[in-house]
């Protein structure tokens, strides 16, 4: 068998049993929650696609499976170093494999708006660079001096459309994320029959009988982001510590005190308001309508 074929067998084996045996890993050791099931799935797509890039980097091969290459006459390809093209897509896939693993895990970063932007920069910046780079016609001739015959307008134009479209969404998520990263606020009301929660990807509602318990805390321990939103001032969504597990949090990041609320039924909620006078008085309130159901 040839060293290339074993390569490749040995690339993809391993891509596809590395997740499995993570997954194993999790579970024996009681380390898996919703956050490494992310990365888990998100290990599962993308690995293949980088041992199919380090395979292409490595041997040169795989030419087969390159857009736009794959779809020429014969007499056109002869133009071309199809060796020297299918190594610089191998390491193009291996980067953006990375990228994307790396977004799975996003989770466990401590800013994740701000590393969100840079991955998703970073991705969009890596696909029109390539592009870029690729499409140079002349970069991948076997012979400088012999023209092959030219793309059509239509393909520059797809190119440069793609390029650009990936420049601009790279400009865009940054805008974006800036923008969100000051932005947020946490409105906690309460009436005669419910507790309402409303922030950015958390809103919730709870009747009093549904409620077992509320109790005021000082300097929790927040844990981590599963998903959800995280500002420069406002921090909520799903979360994940020792003591509660999966929670529903909805805070401002500079009160480190916070209502903790236990439901019959479903997450436990912590949040509080935008001073801590204001979260003690919410609590009084709250306490004294769950009192009177």
């Given at each position: 068998?040839?060293n290339?074929?074993?390569l490749?067998?040995?690339?993809?084996?391993?891509?596809?049993l590395?997740?499995?045996?993570l997954?194993?890993?999790?579970?024996?050791?009681?380390?898996?929650?919703?956050?490494?099931?992310?990365v888990?799935?998100?290990?599962?797509?993308?690995?293949?696609?980088?041992?199919?890039?380090?395979?292409?980097?490595i041997?040169?091969?795989?030419?087969w499976?390159?857009?736009?290459?794959?779809t020429?006459g014969?007499?056109?390809?002869?133009?071309?170093?199809?060796?020297?093209?299918?190594?610089?897509?191998?390491?193009?896939?291996?980067?953006?494999?990375?990228?994307?693993?790396?977004?799975?895990?996003?989770?466990?970063?401590?800013?994740?708006?701000?590393?969100?932007?840079?991955?998703?920069?970073?991705?969009f910046?890596?696909?029109?660079?390539?592009?870029?780079?690729?499409?140079?016609?002349?970069?991948?001739?076997?012979?400088?001096?012999?023209?092959?015959?030219?793309?059509?307008?239509?393909?520059?134009?797809?190119?440069w459309?793609?390029?650009?479209?990936?420049?601009?969404?790279?400009?865009?998520?940054?805008?974006?994320?800036?923008?969100?990263?000051?932005?947020?606020?946490?409105?906690?009301?309460?009436?005669?029959?419910?507790?309402?929660?409303?922030?950015?990807?958390?809103?919730?509602?709870?009747?009093?009988?549904?409620?077992?318990?509320?109790?005021?805390?000082?300097?929790?321990?927040?844990?981590?982001?599963?998903?959800?939103?995280?500002?420069?001032?406002?921090?909520?969504?799903?979360?994940?510590?020792?003591?509660?597990?999966?929670?529903?949090?909805?805070?401002?990041?500079?009160?480190?005190?916070?209502?903790v609320?236990?439901?019959?039924?479903?997450?436990?909620?912590?949040?509080?308001?935008?001073?801590v006078?204001?979260?003690?008085?919410f609590?009084?309130?709250?306490?004294?309508?769950?009192?009177?159901?």
């Open positions: 068998m040839e290339s074929k074993k490749a067998i040995v690339l993809v084996s391993s891509s596809l590395a997740p499995l045996v997954l194993f890993f999790s579970l024996e050791t009681g380390f898996f929650d919703s956050k490494f099931g992310v888990l799935l998100m290990t599962f797509i993308m690995l293949p696609l980088a041992a199919a890039g380090v395979y292409m980097w041997t040169g091969k795989g030419q499976a390159i857009s736009g290459y794959n020429m014969k007499n056109q390809q002869a133009y071309y170093d199809g060796e020297k093209l299918a190594k610089d897509v191998g390491k193009f896939l291996v980067i953006i494999s990375l990228i994307c693993i790396m977004l799975g895990a996003i989770a466990y970063f401590p800013n994740t708006m701000l590393v969100f932007a840079v991955l998703m920069g970073a991705l910046a890596a696909i029109a660079a390539f592009l870029v780079y690729a499409g140079n016609g002349k970069r991948y001739l076997k012979d400088q001096m012999r023209t092959p015959p030219p793309p059509s307008k239509e393909d520059r134009k797809v190119m459309a793609i390029a650009g479209v990936s420049l601009s969404s790279a400009v865009v998520v940054f805008v974006l994320v800036f923008l969100l990263m000051g932005s947020g606020s946490v409105n906690a009301s309460a009436n005669d029959e419910k507790l309402y929660i409303d922030a950015p990807m958390v809103n919730r509602s709870l009747n009093y009988e549904d409620i077992v318990s509320v109790e005021l805390c000082e300097d929790m321990d927040l844990g981590s982001r599963v998903g959800g939103f995280g500002g420069s001032k406002v921090l909520s969504g799903n979360f994940n510590n020792k003591e509660f597990g999966d929670y529903t949090l909805a805070c401002y990041k500079d009160i480190r005190t916070y209502i609320v236990e439901p019959v039924k479903g997450k436990m909620l912590v949040f509080n308001r935008n001073s006078e204001e979260t003690v008085d609590y009084n309130e709250l306490v004294e309508k769950i009192d009177r159901t």
